[in-house]
């Protein structure tokens, strides 16, 4: 009895060491699959949209979830108008969901009209004169009134498609087909290409801003060059025991992220002079504005020509600023680059 009882408990052994192993390894072989559908579900093979008419891609994007953008239009006589010409990314390229295509269109001319929504030509019949009208450029105009002009030509609107860009607005068209002054038959189809304004902007690569302090300013002015950063407002000050044109404070500081083009405020050092030297106080207020204001204030004298402010400010705020000057010169306020108030220095 107490045999049996020791075999079965083997046995029991077993059975479980089995079941807990191959579960284990289903577990496993799951966590496999469910990371390999995690990596791969949110993306997709770029297909080939090239050679296609635009309508034709513009909806397979779509489908697929991506955006569109048309990256510009190009005239080739030898390809259909409307055709779209080139992709990027290019096919083949593993994309995310909501990635932006750009394609490059041709806007070439066509003799008779047709509809930008397939790949079938149009009829290769002479278009009788007697009926025919000139399709109208309605380019760059609003939707509405493209769409008024195109119907007293006596032409029917098919289709709109609207698509991302970088200059024409929101509501305006883009690009249109059959093309500009085609001769068609009257009651012919025209579809339009509106844009609806630019796309979400793309996130900025951030610059980390390089450690100047200690340098001599044309150093540090190279050294921001290189990183693809400028030098903004240059403030002179006095240290003692320092030579003069040396870097010894900086905004934004070291190992900051900025963009690309930001501007550095430095503050170098000067050579104490006292003999000669008056205070000038400025103190005035900007104008009206919806938008930041560049206040940039220029001194020439005895010393120089030189920038002492340089700062954005909004509308109806009050500058104060105070700054030393020798010998006659003149002092110049310039708002976003233009000419706005100037003193003569005595």
């Known amino acids: 009895m107490k045999r049996e009882s020791w075999t079965s408990f083997i046995i029991r052994i077993f059975v479980y060491a089995l079941l807990f192993g191959g579960g284990v390894a289903l577990s496993i072989y799951l966590g496999l699959v469910f990371f390999q559908y995690y990596l791969t579900s949110d993306t997709l093979s770029l297909p ?8 034709e891609a513009i909806n397979q994007i779509s489908r697929l979830g991506l955006q569109v953008e048309i990256k510009r239009i190009e005239n080739n006589p030898d390809l259909p108008p409307n ?50 009208v000139s399709v109208p450029d309605v380019r760059q105009m609003s939707l509405e009134v493209a769409q008024n002009l195109i119907e007293s030509s006596g032409l029917k609107l098919e289709r709109v498609v609207e698509v991302t860009h970088d200059t024409i607005p929101a509501g305006y068209i883009v690009s249109q087909n059959p093309p500009p002054e085609s001769k068609v038959t009257k009651g012919s189809l025209v579809s339009l290409l509106v844009s609806k304004g630019k796309g979400e902007m793309e996130e900025a690569v951030l610059i980390t801003v390089p450690d100047v302090v ?17 030098v903004g407002n240059v403030e002179e000050v006095v240290v003692e ?8 404070s900086q905004s934004p500081l070291p190992g900051e992220g900025v963009e690309a083009g930001e501007k550095i405020n430095l503050q170098v050092t000067k050579l104490e002079e006292t003999e000669g030297l008056k205070e000038l ?14 206040v940039k204030v220029v001194v020439t004298d005895e010393l120089g020509e030189r920038i002492v402010y340089e700062k954005e400010h909004q509308g109806e705020e009050i500058v104060e600023l105070t700054t030393s000057t020798k010998g006659e010169g003149r002092v110049v306020i310039y708002l976003n680059g233009y000419y706005y108030w100037d003193k003569t220095l005595n």
Request: hydrophobic content about 35%; glycine content about 10%; charged content about 20%.
């Open 241 to 248: 025991g320092r030579d003069a044109g040396i870097v010894v």
């Open 48 to 55: 080939d949209f090239r050679n296609r008419s635009m309508v």
């Open 281 to 294: 106080h400025l103190r005035f207020v900007l104008p009206s504005s919806r938008t930041p204001i560049e």
């Open 214 to 230: 200690g340098l001599r300013l044309e150093e540090a002015k190279r050294l921001l060059a290189q990183s693809n950063l400028t």
């Open 83 to 132: 055709w779209v010409i080139q992709q990027d990314p290019p096919p083949g390229v593993e994309v995310k969901k909501n990635h932006r295509v750009k394609l490059v269109i041709n806007g070439g001319e066509e003799i008779a009209g047709g509809s930008i929504s397939g790949g079938s030509s149009s009829s290769s019949l002479p278009v009788s004169s007697s009926t025919s």
